[in-house]
């Protein structure tokens, strides 16, 4: 009976612990304005975490996404305009900061890159198609010597 009530209190304990680590931290700041909320967490949801690489501000819950949720907060509040946050956090985290790069000459083989790939992979396919529709049109002409070889190996297999 003992071990059942040590069973059953660790597996409460463990589950009570699994909670607690899954447990994220609320933002709680509070904006002169509606629109100034809805303005921070468009950029936020706009700006990559730099820690994390692969969420924005707002999913990320690391300590460095956390502190730029609130400068941006606050930078939104104080009557900064977007361009303005969006420079600032470049400027202090590099371009790898967007997840919508900028079209500039260091990154148009970002957004042009794969248009060149899928038209040199059309140009490929194309003549590749056309070769090969070219090599199977050319009829081969065989010599008389293996066509009279050809009729015996036919007439061999008729037997």
Not at 31 to 56: G, I, M, T, W, Y
Not at 125 to 138: D, E, H, K, L, M
Request: aromatic fraction near 8%.
């Amino acid at each position: 009976m003992k071990t059942l009530v040590g069973f059953i209190t660790a597996i409460l304990l463990s589950f009570s612990l699994v909670g607690a680590a899954m447990a994220t931290p609320v933002d709680t700041y509070e904006f002169k304005s509606v629109d100034n909320q809805k303005r921070a967490l468009e950029l936020a949801h706009s700006l990559r975490c730099p820690q994390c690489q692969n969420q924005n501000l707002i999913d990320s819950n690391s300590p460095v996404a956390q502190d730029l949720r609130l400068e941006v907060y606050q930078m939104v509040d104080a009557g900064k305009g977007d361009e303005e946050i969006i420079e600032f956090m470049t400027s202090r985290y590099g371009e790898f900061v967007l997840y919508k790069p900028r079209m500039e000459a260091k990154t148009y083989i970002l957004w042009l890159g794969p248009i060149v790939l899928l038209l040199v992979g059309l140009v490929i396919g194309f003549i590749f198609v056309r070769q090969q529709r070219i090599s199977n049109a050319v009829e081969q002409e065989i010599s008389a010597e293996e066509q009279a070889e050809l009729d015996r190996l036919l007439k061999r297999d008729d037997k």
